[in-house]
């Protein structure tokens, strides 16, 4: 199974990074963790046909990790439709929120702009959910305050990935590592702490605590990318693709 960095960046586009996507792929499936606003130009430079995406999974509804959602939808309206219904799967009021967007992004007149083929669902903390067959554990991360923001792992074909979402450092995250094939951690700032995202300092002191069989770090701010040759971890990159 392949995983390709889309975009590693943070909200700001640090270091000419793209916004939040990792594209999934495996034998006969396709799908995203995150669609920051530069996921489907980013998904047209590995040449994999954006029609074969058969989800798009969601970690909060932050601008930088679910803004790129409307371009998938005009891509399969105007461009290249697509046969089956894409699934987009996110914490409560995903449905609501890109519906909005979409209809602020692309809608006119006084009538909602009908999407492309869509199933919404519904991810709650804690609850397992299969997504087209992708089986998702989602749980809750320190991140905002008000609305929720998930991590999740995902497994497929015998494989598991766990994804941070965005998120302060969590003890969580060494429970959830364990026997997982691939850790993607955000990592926005080296040693500053502001607001609710990690830092690698946090991150270090807990490194050999991860039992998972691969960490990359992601979702780099412009502080890590100042300390980059200084990192234990390995660090993502736009067009990076992970195999394992
Ligand atoms: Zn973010
Ligand atoms: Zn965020």
Redesign the pocket.
Known sequence: MNLHILGCG??FGSGGRH??SYLVEASDRLFLL?C?PTALLAMKRTGIDPRRLDAIILS?L?G??FGGVPFFFIEYLYQRPKRDPLVVAGPSGTEEKVRQLFQLMYGGGSSEKALPPTCFQVLIPDEPASVKGIEVLPFRVPHQSHEISLGFTVRYQGKRVLFS??SKWTEIFIEKARGIDLFLC?C?FYSQQPGM?ANYHDLQANLSRLESKQLILT?LGEEMLAHQGELAARVAADGMVIEF
Request: no cysteine; hydrophobic share 5%.
């Open positions: 943070d909200a916004q939040s995150d920051g909060h932050h930088d990790h979402g965005d955000e926005s995202h979702h």
